[in-house]
């Protein structure tokens, strides 16, 4: 009890996820066009989407499209059909003392137990009405 | 003529900027409830925003809040009423080449002509249509 101790503490913008209609041209703008360093598309049946990553030094764009029937950014992309930028994820260091401070803090978690994303890592996403309209993914580094 | 020259790179994710329709709670999610760095709020009135800069390491969150009467993210808060991401900002060494280059591959830009941006560099917005629904500004770095 009596002074709280911080448990975890936030790190870097380990991404930011763009939903794509069209990963072929969205990888073309971003390599061609702009000169970024881009991966392959690589499909993640897991996860639902295919990605490809784009390097800008300090951080990455994600870009995201559906794989599979029950893809998670298929509704997103049916309310936004150019596409657009449908999370961002931050690094913390402890993932289990963020989730418990945030949520005593009434920021809900969407899955207040850590699962495996798309990296490999445990992550949890924070509910966007609580982080003023941001879907906010954290990843433990 | 010949083989075509690159005469511009794309650098560093500058910011993530994203308009909340509360500044105070916004601010108070990252540095009280995240333990985030926080700067003070900063009225650009010839930009029509309040900023306030979260630091994460790599790069910062930017928070938007309309100022006077024609902000530039009034009619976005208008649809978008719990906030959401406005836009991301992409640091380049060379704006005139980048956007002599990109409306040639047929990437519009907003403002042709660089404009001096929040930061007091010279910036350019390309269109959301023409970048997978993703508000993209290039600042000179």
Same mark, same amino acid.
């Given at each position: 009890m009596g002074v709280s101790e911080r448990l975890w503490s936030l790190g870097k913008l380990n991404h930011v996820a763009i939903a794509v209609p069209n990963l072929e041209s969205a990888t073309a703008l971003y390599r /061609? @066009?702009?000169?970024?360093?881009?991966?392959e598309v690589t499909p993640l049946p897991e996860h639902g989407v295919y990605t490809v990553f784009v390097e800008l030094g300090n951080t990455k764009l994600e870009l995201l499209h559906p794989l599979g029937e029950k893809?998670?950014?298929?509704?997103?992309?049916?309310?936004?059909?150019?596409?657009?930028?449908?999370?961002?994820?931050?690094?913390? /260091?402890?993932?289990?003392?963020?989730?418990?401070?945030?949520?005593?803090?009434?920021?809900?978690?969407?899955?207040?137990?850590?699962?495996?994303?798309?990296?490999?890592?445990? @992550? @949890?996403?924070?509910?966007?009405? /609580?982080c003023n309209g941001v879907l906010l993914e954290l990843e433990e580094a």
């Open positions: /061609d @066009v702009m000169g970024a360093k881009v991966s893809s998670p950014i298929e509704g997103f992309l049916k309310k936004n059909t150019a596409g657009g930028i449908h999370h961002i994820c931050i690094e913390v /260091d402890n993932i289990t003392e963020a989730v418990k401070q945030l949520t005593s803090s009434e920021v809900r978690a969407l899955n207040p137990e850590p699962k495996i994303g798309a990296h490999g890592k445990p @992550v @949890v996403f924070l509910h966007p009405k /609580d």
